[in-house]
Each structure stands twice: as structure tokens, then as C-alpha cells.
């Protein structure tokens, strides 16, 4: 959130949350599912380079951590096991794979010196992102992705990545999953509550229903357009928790702001914070969404 420190980092100085402002909320919520679809499909690209470039068959030994927090090695993990890894670790496995690259990398013979280790990490970072461009959702779309993993494991038939997200969500969401090609097939709806609040008893029952089936993003709201509702976040994240646990299965929560957000993102001055009377209910909200 714009001016809010990084949560669970020691602040210093004029450290601050990365973000950036977008032309409107269309756009913004473009923007989400642009970088939730690159982050999920991401493994699914490392798995086709492993298989088709020669070179980077080591990746297919490189450990990699479940939501669960076991590990297995890539070579051994199903795209529905990848589709379903955290954030984090997907990150993680694409900075071993750069520091292997680093590591191999050979002395500057032409201009007669040796790398640093940055310098050695940075050439690295850039050959490992145009190798694997290639075979990312980007280049090859969501259907052509599909197709090549179909073809290297038949054993798992991964369907496009459902998005769940409440019945009183902005028209944006809708119109944003035509624009990025995903679908509006692909949505999955949740009830509301008497308060038009998303209904977590009918978000589990969801989950549930779609157990084997790797979900791209869970959609909250801070607060809706029409009833200024917002949603139980922290009780989501909870839910999101328990099924890394209990099922191995991660996804995006992401929070769209909207009315919510944007006002508490103009509050940048304690004082004006201290102005406003925090229920329990809405304290637990805001500071869960400094976790996220």
C-alpha cells in the first residue's frame, strides 16, 4: 500500500512500500491478473526449458519446496504440484538456478579480468531470462503452454487456472478476464453474507469442491464499489494457510483496494491514521493486508 512500510522488515530511514499508481481501477485490476497468471505458469516454463534445452537439465535437480514445506526435486513434481507452489518459493527456485548459471560462469577473456559475484549473478539473471522466454505463458499464450505440457506429461491433464472472487465484485473483473485471454468460464463465484461480505463457509466449500484443481487467485475486497463492504481478509488468509498445510496448494490473494484502499493509502501522516476509529475487526484488516 502506497506510503506504508514493507511488512516484517526493519524499517529504516524513508524505506517504503514498492508500488506504483495505475491509471484507474481497470487497469490496476489488469494488472493483477497479468502478474498472478506469469507468476503461476512460471514453473510450467522451467519444467518445458528443462526438458528441451540440454543445458539446463540440472534444473530438474534442484530442490524445491512444497507449500506443505516438504521437499521434492523439480524433475519429481506434477504441473498441478507446480501450478499449486507459494510466491516465495517459486522466487527461490529461479535465484538457485541463477546461482548455478553464476557458478558456472567463465573469467571475461576479452577484457582480461574476472567477475565479481554480482557481476557473475547478473549475466547469469540475464541468460536464464532469455532462455526461458521461449516457453513462458507470455510467448507461447495459456493454450500453447497447455499443449507443450500435455505433451511431455499425459498423466496430467492441468485445465486453465480458475479465479474465485465474490458475486458483488466490480464488472472490471469480468471484462479484465476477457482482455487477458483467461475467460469468463473460468471464474468461480462466492456467496455474500447478510452483510455482502464474502461468505468463508461458501469460499471452503468452494475450495473444496475444486480440490484437485490448481486455483490462480482468490479475489478480496477493500471494500466493494456498490455496498462499501469489506471482506473478512484475515479469516482468508487463514483458510489460504490451511490448505498449503493441510493440501499443498498455494494461490494469490489478491486485495482489490478499491475505495478502501485507496483511502487509507492517502493517510501517509500518523496524526491523520490516529483520526480514524479502528474497530478490532478493521485493525485485524489492515494489518493483514501489510502482510500480504
Not at 516454463?45 to 543445458?55: A, C, N, P, Q, R
Not at 499443449?147 to 487456472?161: Q, S
Not at 471464474?187 to 469460499?203: A, G, T
Not at 478490532?280 to 493486508?289: A, E, F, G, M, R
Request: glycine fraction near 6%.
Amino acid at each position: 500500500m502506497v506510503g506504508y512500510h514493507p511488512y516484517g522488515i526493519k524499517h529504516e530511514g524513508l524505506c517504503r512500500s514498492w508500488s506504483h499508481l495505475s491509471s484507474g481501477g481497470t487497469t490496476a485490476i489488469l494488472e493483477s491478473m497479468w502478474l498472478a497468471r506469469n507468476m503461476k505458469y512460471y514453473p510450467l516454463s522451467l519444467k518445458l526449458l528443462s526438458v528441451s534445452e540440454k543445458e539446463y537439465g540440472f534444473i530438474n535437480e534442484i530442490p524445491v519446496v512444497r507449500p506443505n514445506r516438504s521437499s521434492e526435486c523439480f524433475k519429481n513434481l506434477s504441473p498441478i504440484e507446480l501450478f499449486n507452489l507459494k510466491n516465495e518459493d517459486i522466487i527461490n527456485l529461479r535465484e538457485s538456478i541463477i546461482r548455478r548459471l553464476a557458478s558456472q560462469t567463465i573469467p571475461d577473456i576479452e577484457n582480461k579480468k574476472n567477475l565479481s559475484n554480482q557481476e557473475k549473478f547478473e549475466k547469469a539473471n540475464k541468460e536464464l531470462f532469455a532462455a526461458v522466454d521461449t516457453y513462458s505463458v507470455q510467448h507461447m499464450g495459456v493454450q500453447g503452454i497447455h499443449e507443450a505440457i500435455g505433451k511431455i506429461d499425459k498423466t496430467n491433464n492441468v485445465l486453465p487456472l480458475p479465479l474465485i472472487f465474490i458475486t458483488a465484485a466490480h464488472y472490471s473483473w469480468q471484462k479484465n478476464l476477457d482482455i487477458i485471454g483467461i475467460g469468463k468460464a473460468q471464474v468461480i463465484e462466492v456467496l455474500v453474507d447478510q452483510d455482502f461480505k464474502m461468505d468463508v463457509n461458501d469460499l471452503k466449500a468452494k475450495l473444496n469442491k475444486y480440490n484437485d484443481h490448481p486455483i490462480l487467485m482468490v479475489v478480496t475486497m477493500l471494500s466493494t464499489t456498490e455496498e462499501g463492504a469489506i471482506d473478512p481478509i484475515e479469516s482468508i488468509l487463514k483458510i489460504k494457510t490451511l490448505q498449503e498445510a493441510e493440501n499443498s496448494k498455494s494461490f494469490f490473494v489478491q486485495v482489490d483496494g478499491a475505495w478502501g484502499g485507496y483511502f487509507c493509502a492517502m493517510l501517509h501522516q500518523p496524526k491523520d491514521r490516529d483520526k480514524i476509529k479502528l474497530s478490532n475487526n478493521d485493525q485485524k484488516v489492515i494489518d493483514s493486508l501489510q502482510k500480504i
